[in-house]
């Protein structure tokens, strides 16, 4: 998934979860999002289930506490960074491609 892609989809999150206004002049992609008041304490709790359902991510304690999780374009960067080591142990311990069967309804008509 692009980094691009996961940024909207969080931005998207943030403003509807958290009733930021497409108005508002203090938000972008880029502002501080605890400093700024728009995710508090139990936000945080909220936001990472968020990127847990929708990018089936685990956020390490690392990338947590570091400053990049305090904006829209970091989270984003670090879910990336997070999802490809996971997609590729994923297809490594599978040990082959994806090929539907009869009965995962991905057969062609």
Do not use: C, K, W
């Not at 880029?30 to 990127?51: A, H």
């Not at 996971?86 to 069967?101: D, E, H, N, V, Y």
Request: proline share 6%; no cysteine.
């Amino acid at each position: 998934m692009e980094p691009h892609n996961i940024e909207y989809r969080i931005e998207e999150f943030i403003r509807t979860q958290f009733s930021v206004s497409s108005a508002d002049p203090g938000f972008d992609r880029g502002v501080d999002l605890f400093e700024g008041g728009y995710v508090d304490s139990m936000g945080i709790v909220e936001l990472l289930e968020f990127l847990s359902q929708e990018f089936d991510v685990q956020i390490p304690d690392d990338d947590l506490l570091s400053d990049d999780f305090s904006s829209i374009t970091g989270i984003a960067q670090i879910v990336s960074r997070n999802l490809r080591p996971r997609i590729g142990s994923l297809r490594m311990a599978q040990g082959t491609s994806f090929s539907p069967t009869p009965d995962s309804g991905l057969q062609g008509s």
